[in-house]
Nanobody, 123 residues
């Protein structure tokens, strides 16, 4: 079993930055990718970014390319640096871990999920 815990959310003004952190613990040797998703009120959960240990990626949603950067290490610590934040980035951000190999950019490919951390960007 793998546990995933996010941290680092908060309130920031438009144009500002936040850094989210995610720690995976447990049987992390079975994890080949970790990703970030987000869900805004009244909207479906959407993919944000993923980093893999299989040689693929990283991958980003078009809406965050050039503004967000995902990074991580073999200890399965994963970070999401978010710059030039916009009000439309407001959402609950979820970190997830995947046992799948290769390209993993959709929710069902992920096996373990965190509880989420709120990011609010004011205009």
């Amino acid at each position: 079993q793998v546990q995933v815990v996010e941290s680092g959310g908060g309130l920031v003004q438009a144009g500002g930055s936040l850094r989210l952190s995610c720690l995976a613990s447990g049987r992390t040797s079975s994890i080949y990718a970790m990703g970030w998703f987000r869900q805004a009120p009244g909207k479906e959960r959407e993919f944000v970014a993923t980093i893999t240990w299989s040689g693929a990626g990283p991958y980003y949603a078009d809406s965050v390319k050039g503004r967000f950067t995902i990074s991580g290490d073999n200890a399965k610590n994963t970070y999401l640096q978010m710059n030039s934040l916009k009000p439309e980035d407001t959402a609950v951000y979820y970190c997830a871990a995947s046992r799948s190999w290769g390209t993993v950019v959709v929710g069902p490919q992920y096996d373990y999920w965190g509880q989420g951390t709120q990011v609010t960007v004011s205009s």
